[in-house]
Nanobody, 121 residues
Framework: QVHLVESGGGLVQAGASLRLSCAAS????????SGWFRQAPGKEREVITA????????YYSDSVKGRFTISKDDAKNTIYLQMNSLKPEDTAVYYC??????????????WGQGTQITVSS
């Protein structure tokens, strides 16, 4: 019902900034909650940020709070992740996801394929 495609990944230096985009097709994101997850080698997938369907409520994990910002553009059916002050420990595959449920208990039914972020020291 929803197809998500991430873009904007790559190799950057510590302290750099990067902006990820997640373009959706099919069901529009305006009616869904969305979020960003990441998975580092040998680690479990973790949610790092989320935004509710209205765009008025957000969540950030302690590891990224103050450095990352999630946003959405319903007209473009796209969500974004602005990443500042990147650290080597941010190195991971980043996934966008969307779903329903009652905020903040989001049920992520739709997932992108992931994009690699590598931060060098």
């Amino acid at each position: 019902q929803v197809h998500l495609v991430e873009s904007g990944g790559g190799l950057v230096q510590a302290g750099a900034s990067l902006r990820l985009s997640c373009a959706a097709s099919g069901r529009i994101l305006s009616s869904l909650h969305s979020g960003w997850f990441r998975q580092a080698p040998g680690k479990e997938r973790e949610v790092i940020t989320a935004i509710d369907w209205t765009g008025g409520m957000t969540y950030y994990s302690d590891s990224v709070k103050g450095r990352f910002t999630i946003s959405k553009d319903d007209a473009k059916n796209t969500i974004y992740l602005q990443m500042n002050s990147l650290k080597p420990e941010d190195t991971a595959v980043y996934y966008c996801a969307a779903g329903g449920g009652t905020w903040p208990r989001v049920k992520y039914n739709y997932w992108g394929q992931g994009t690699q972020i590598t931060v060098s020291s």
